[in-house]
DNA sequence: GCAGCCTACTGAACCGGGTAAGCACCCGGT
DNA sequence: ACCGGGTGCTTACCCGGTTCAGTAGGCTGC
């Protein structure tokens, strides 16, 4: 690349500095500051004493060449930067890992691709550059492209994601079934039985689980009625979506989004229709972000711990990279909170 | 630290592994990658042929040990995480940032601290382990404490946020007084005479412009009713002071939010008190995110090329790194987006 | 009294690039 | 015939750490 004027301040201090001052060798100086035998007791003091002193600090460049790791992992999202910016989701997922990784003096880098085919380029670089020590992966689809390329990379990675459809790479994942099934029983108990479904993009993992066990639990509970949309995650697929639901005859009681934006969008779109919720309609938005306290009213929510979750990903991730071998952990499952946006479907009202 | 058993996949070929089969010095080859003068146009091809084949891919440790820059630049963030979750405002930033320094070839870490403190601890890591060439500063406030470390440090930055309070540092910023004043003008075009203001934390300069604009704007028009309050830009601080607000005698019958969060949940507390939007209260929101479009009515918002002003931080940062002298450049201002949420206030329902 | 061993260190190689200096070789001019 | 000056390449060393193979010196044991 090019060769820019490098303004010079002061000259790091290095090793050698230290070592000619402490009047012994660079390598006893390696071997005091990192704490491994081979120096005195007494001359180890000295040299960190000195060390100190000048503000040593090892040069990270230096480190990875001799063999040692770069203390970075990366993290690649491929979703378009709309949707990236209003999902709360993303932000908190990162607050955890960040969390997380500083603690065991791991960076992050961040980086924003549009599609699978560039975010496998960006892992390809990142690894033959040895710019990271692993990666850790979002947005699971089922038969992912990316499992097979990364083993074959041989590069550390954990896969947020699933069950299943990992290989032989270590996965997070949380049960979206159980929780899916437990609010559709909510609602039919509080007496629904016309009860839509706004699901996420299709392809992903996650969209199936759920959509598999929102058609499990209707279909067991003779709810003939039920009906899966697929959507985008934006606001403006979750209002167009509810709009169609709420103008066709034998509109649902009771909507299920996939995430808060949709559910927002839902709720805003039936304020506008003069649909009341809960007593017309009652919503219940995936993802307990504040942004479902924020309205009116309030939606009930399925939450989970994102940081959390994020801080176990990172975790395993700094575990797969000192060798452990390829496992599927799970996280806690998301918990209804009920709030004001459900109830009871006011009977004379939402018949027709 | 540690030193985890490496998996070794396949070694990564080096320049002396194509030299070898090139027969010819890893001078010469690195000449060559580099587009140096000093080898024949056909050697150059040779050696471009054999990297390609084998997929070599420089070792970025090694490059930036033998005095290059590394490629990455920095951004911490000290805000909490709940807030950062929610804002739209910095994953848009992000990927503005991320998009412009891609084409450069340039990678993001990023990292959340916890206060200044931690944050310039931060940058004196990367700065001192040569992690980084360079950083973004966000949440510029009045006489910044980091603003002479960053200049101490000799540590390239560009500071997001001004006009002013900036030192030597080159900064990138946008007017908001001229935005704020034309808003609260629109507001006393529509009639209004008792507006309020929800600023944000009152440390940050953009706070401090803003609510000197309204004082001034508002004194110009001779609204003696017009009134600021603090907040952190949380949801619950501004449904709080909309609460407080719309429950006081002589109620304002227009607000201004400095942020779109608090600007969605005080509609929310409008609709909560029954208080017609916009018939009884004109919202306004500062940051004009997807957020604004989902509620019903939709906001009226202050929007500004988030995306397109990260670029331009991104840009100036990568100038600065090679060598261009400290600047200040402005960005376009924000831009009133007229929706459902303001109006002519309502005579018989808004006056008492 | 000296082999044997441990401790505490030194010296040098190494990681994978970049680069200055040196050196053949060829060509053209006088 | 010889010098000058470019090509086109090699050699050698640098960056700042880690690491391995010595080695000097002291202590122990028989």
């Known amino acids: 690349m090019t060769h820019p004027a490098r303004r010079l301040s002061h000259r790091r201090p290095t090793i050698a500095d230290i070592a000619r001052r402490a009047g012994v060798s ?7 500051l990192n704490g491994r035998p081979g120096v005195s007791e007494e001359t180890r003091r000295r040299i960190l004493a000195i060390a100190a002193e000048v503000g040593w600090q090892p040069n990270s460049a230096a480190r990875t060449l001799s063999g040692a790791l770069c203390n970075v992992v990366g993290l690649a999202l491929s979703r378009p930067a709309r949707v990236l910016g209003i ?7 990162v ?40 990666v850790l992966v979002c ?23 699933g069950p299943g459809h990992t290989g032989d790479l270590t996965s997070v994942w949380a049960d979206d ?8 029983e909510y609602l039919y108990a509080l007496g629904h039985r016309r009860i839509a479904h706004v699901a996420g993009l299709s392809e992903l993992l996650h969209t ?46 009771a909507i299920v989004y996939d995430n808060d934006i949709m559910a927002v969008a839902g709720l805003s ?7 009341d919720v809960p007593g017309e309609l009652s919503i219940v938005a995936w993802d307990d972000s504040p942004l479902c306290r924020l309205t009116h009213p309030a939606l009930t929510a399925l939450g989970r711990d994102i940081p959390a979750y994020g801080a176990l990903a990172a975790r395993r ?36």
């Open 208 to 253: 199936r689980v759920r959509t598999a066990a929102f058609h499990e639990v209707t279909s067991r509970l003779g709810l003939s009625d039920a009906i899966t949309l697929s959507s985008d995650y934006t606001g403006e697929a979750g209002a167009r979506i509810t709009r169609r639901l709420l103008s066709s005859p034998n509109r649902p009681t």
């Open 26 to 32: 660079k390598g006893a100086v390696s071997y005091a």
């Open 139 to 161: 947005d699971l689809r089922v038969d992912d492209p990316r499992v097979p390329v990364l083993e074959e990379l041989g590069l550390p990675a954990v896969v947020i994601g």
């Open 87 to 93: 999902e709360p989701f993303f932000m908190a997922l």
């Open 269 to 275: 779109v039936a304020q506008e229709l003069r649909v």
């Open 317 to 352: 991730l700094l575990d797969v990279i000192s060798g452990a071998a390829p496992a599927a952990h799970r996280d806690a499952p998301a918990e209804l909170t009920i709030r004001g946006s459900t109830g009871a479907p006011d009977a004379k009202r939402a018949t027709r």
């Open 95 to 134: 607050s955890g890992l960040e969390a997380e990784l500083h603690a065991h003096d791991y960076g992050l880098t961040l980086q924003i691709a549009d599609g699978h085919a560039s975010e496998l380029a960006v892992y390809r670089r990142w690894w033959a550059e040895r710019r990271v020590d692993g």
């Open 177 to 184: 079934s159980a929780p899916l099934t437990e609010t559709v």
